[in-house]
């Protein structure tokens, strides 16, 4: 089973609009961490927000925020007032276990790809 | 600033011709990674190193090899066994929560 899930194929965002990313993972390890990061067309991976397991409260960044339900094991990206910059390919991660751990993995997902639109 | 350095940014491979690609960090992170990105595609792990002189396989090491003689430094050879090598390579380091720190990647194609 894959262990991070994106399957979203495109999305498109009217500018100024908020959109959500979708994200679910499979873990059964209670302690994991869950990233997204930003990959323009350019190619660089910006990191753009972190939630741990057992943290209480959802993350928040500037305009970004995630949605994490435990539960369902879902860990959506959440982008507010969206801007032309923020097209780009959007990677959800996890990394399963403790913090710490020197030999931590990373799993990646697929990604979606987000257009905003003028 | 400290940050990942990755040279060259554009690199082509003949046929049967091993090559290097740089990975440098000034973050004085212990552990670092190379991954591979196909069009379209996630990143798929191909060696990671945890310390000095250490390192393990990903998940698609083969037709590839590391070495981590320096902490600052982590290149990976595409060798001639590796079939399939055009790709974005990105390389990258982590401390402590496992946040990766990316460099600007290698395209990499055949000629």
């Known amino acids: 089973a894959q262990k991070i899930t994106q399957t979203q194929p495109g999305m498109f965002v009217q500018e100024k609009e908020a959109v959500t990313l979708d994200c679910t993972y499979d873990?059964?390890?209670?302690?994991?961490?869950l990233f997204w990061y930003k990959q323009p067309s350019s190619g660089e991976m910006i990191f753009l927000i972190y939630?741990?397991?057992?943290?209480?409260q959802n993350a928040t960044e500037g305009r970004y925020s995630l949605n994490f339900q435990k539960a369902r094991k879902s860990a959506n990206l959440v982008i507010s007032a969206s801007q032309l910059g923020d097209s780009a390919m959007y990677f959800c991660?996890?990394?399963?276990?403790?913090?710490?751990?020197?030999?931590?993995?990373?799993?990646f997902g697929k990604g979606i790809t987000l257009s905003v639109r003028p | 600033d400290g940050g990942i350095t990755q040279s060259p940014k554009y690199l082509f491979r003949k046929e049967g011709q091993n090559v290097t690609l740089s990975c440098e960090q000034n973050?004085?992170?212990?552990?670092m990674y190379w991954y591979r990105q196909d069009p379209g595609q996630g990143l798929r792990l191909i060696y990671y190193?945890?310390?000095?002189?250490?390192?393990q396989k990903g998940d698609i090491a083969e037709g590839y090899s590391v070495s981590r003689e320096k902490k600052e430094s982590f290149p990976l050879t595409v060798t001639s066994a590796q079939k399939n090598p055009t790709a974005f390579y990105l390389c990258?380091?982590?401390?402590?929560?496992?946040?990766?720190?990316f460099g600007d990647g290698t395209r990499l194609s055949i000629l």
């Open positions: 990258a380091s982590s401390g402590t929560g496992g946040r990766r720190h």
């Open positions: 873990t059964s390890d209670p302690s994991y961490g």
């Open positions: 939630q741990g397991s057992y943290d209480q």
């Open positions: 991660a996890m990394r399963e276990g403790r913090s710490g751990r020197a030999n931590s993995k990373l799993t």
């Open positions: 973050l004085n992170h212990d552990a």
């Open positions: 190193s945890q310390i000095v002189n250490d390192f």
